[in-house]
């Protein structure tokens, strides 16, 4: 049954309902209406009526097959995931080559910068919208606290996630209507400060800027870096206690259990595709964090989203760039959103797969954070 509702839900779901063509085209330039995002989905928990659901937005590399075991599980704890393959991964529709020269040039400039990351908030939040209303979702109550849809956004799939909330007001009406009272959380799960613009410190180490490891070994070998477990010093909240290269004997990188369980090919994507986040983040660092801080602190945007909750939320084995994250939002809320409730939460033990390794911790922990 489960199996079935999974393989069910890898068909794409158009993002832009026919009745809604014209509106959302109208929006979005350079846009094609038949845009799809494809998922997974665990289906409705049997027996409760008011469970939530919980969009999972993932990062680089890994598609939305990485949230395969907090799906399996969702059932159990009463909540529904929905998977959602960010454009270009499988199944979603590709970047147009205007898209892909924005992303990878920059464009001719910030507004262009922009529109492009309010465009894929758009898709992910339309995507929700929909997915509410073609599927019936329970919606969110007056009081935010049953129902409704939790937004995850897990490493590079943070800024998406955030872009979904940041870009809101400019959404057709009856999606951005939908959208607005049916959202409850968002969960920004091991953001690397980069990924919200926020600056890269110069302890910073990862595959991917070690140029003595052969171009096309880098991404691979950063896959398995990046899913390691670190044997940090957070006790002095500093980032010089956090151990940036060296990983742990601990615990085998989760890239193994993934590889073994023969998973690895289906989930990994190295190709071409997989390799537009980081030009994207090179780029649109001054878009990625008005987008993060007006997502976190706006007054128009919680006036728009008034039972929205924000969340930070890291594992403590974790690669030092997602606890470097979760301070460094600490610290910029100080000076940028001093008077919003932020929650943040810190998992024992998980690295940054943890949803492979750890699935009941970090689903218990998004469940807490709903
Ligand atoms: C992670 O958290 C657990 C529980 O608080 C603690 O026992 C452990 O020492 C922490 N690990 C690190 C690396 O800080």
Redesign the pocket.
């Known amino acids: 049954m489960r199996f079935f509702s999974q393989l069910a839900g890898v068909l794409s779901l158009l993002l832009v309902l026919p009745v809604h063509i014209a509106a959302f085209n109208s929006l979005i330039v350079n846009t094609n209406p038949n845009i799809a995002l494809s998922y997974l989905d665990s289906g409705a928990p049997r027996g409760v009526s008011n469970y939530p659901t919980i969009f999972a937005i993932h990062g680089m590399i890994f598609s939305n097959l990485v949230f395969q075991k907090i799906m399996d599980l969702a059932p159990s704890l009463g909540v529904r995931v929905v998977a959602v393959n960010r454009r270009p991964f499988p199944g979603s529709t590709s970047l147009t080559a205007a898209e892909l020269n924005v992303i990878n040039t920059g464009g001719s400039g910030a507004d262009e910068r922009a529109a492009q990351l309010d465009t894929r908030g758009h898709e992910i939040a339309t995507f929700i919208s929909n997915f509410i209303t073609q599927f019936n979702l329970p919606r969110m109550s007056a009081d935010g606290k049953t129902g409704g849809a939790i937004i995850l956004g897990w490493s590079v799939g943070a800024p998406y996630a955030l872009a979904a909330i940041s870009a809101a007001d400019s959404l057709p009406t009856p999606i951005k209507s939908t959208f607005s009272t049916n959202l409850r959380s968002v969960i920004v799960y091991e953001a690397a400060p980069i990924a919200i613009g926020l600056p890269t410190p110069p302890q910073n180490w990862n595959a991917l800027v070690d140029n003595t490891i052969p171009a096309n070994l880098q991404l691979q070998a950063f896959g398995q870096w990046l899913t390691s477990y670190f ?5 002095k909240r500093s980032l010089d206690g956090l151990s940036w290269v060296i990983t742990s004997p601990s615990r085998t990188p989760t890239l193994y259990s993934i590889a073994a369980a023969k998973k690895l090919d289906a989930m990994q994507e190295l190709g071409a595709d997989a390799q537009t986040d980081l030009p994207m983040l090179f780029f649109f660092g001054d878009q990625l964090v008005a987008s993060y801080r007006k997502a976190f602190y706006d007054a128009n945007v919680a006036a728009l989203f008034p039972k929205l909750k924000r969340s930070v939320l890291c594992g ?2 974790t690669a030092a760039f997602g606890i470097n994250g979760f301070w460094a939002i600490q610290d910029d809320q100080k000076v940028n959103g001093p008077k919003t409730s932020v929650t943040y939460k ?4 998980t690295n940054h797969l943890g949803h492979w390794d750890d699935p009941s911790t970090v689903l218990n922990a998004i469940i807490s954070l709903a």
Not at 231 to 235: E, G, R
Not at 346 to 349: A, F, L, V, W
């Open positions: 044997d940090h010093d957070i006790s403590n084995k810190m998992m024992s033990g």
